[in-house]
Nanobody, 129 residues
């Protein structure tokens, strides 16, 4: 069974940090670009960050640039999101997703849900003021 399972979420005070992990099983995602999305209550899912299969290129939403860092360890079939300088506006469920083959690595494509074929169920991040 192919699964992406997120962990590392929780309750943190403003300006705090969290490190999210996305562990894949059932198949290797070492050849896939991977992304993080967030979904706030009653809001649409929005793009957070993406990383190429080799980890040589990353993309970030403007709202998280300089605060969040996406990384991966293909030997562990995992992707991570280091979240620093958190604020209440970051409160959301964070999910990881695998990019389909041949999808161009650009925001024009990676912000589209149709670019992904595997999603995790997400981990809750709550930032208090």
């Amino acid at each position: 069974q192919v699964q992406l399972v997120e962990s590392g979420g929780g309750l943190v005070q403003a300006a705090g940090s969290l490190r999210l992990s996305c562990a894949a099983s059932g198949r290797t995602f070492g050849s896939r670009s991977m992304c993080w999305f967030l979904q706030a209550p009653w809001k649409e899912r929005t793009f957070v960050a993406a990383i190429t299969w080799s980890g040589d290129t990353t993309l970030y939403a403007d709202s998280v640039k300089g605060r969040f860092t996406i990384s991966r360890d293909n030997a562990k079939n995992a992707v991570y999101l280091q979240m620093n300088g958190l604020n209440p506006e970051d409160t959301a469920v964070y999910s990881c997703a695998a990019v389909k083959d041949f999808v161009k690595f650009s925001l024009d494509y990676l912000t589209r849900p149709g670019a992904y074929d595997y999603w995790g169920q997400g981990t809750q991040v709550t930032v208090s003021s």
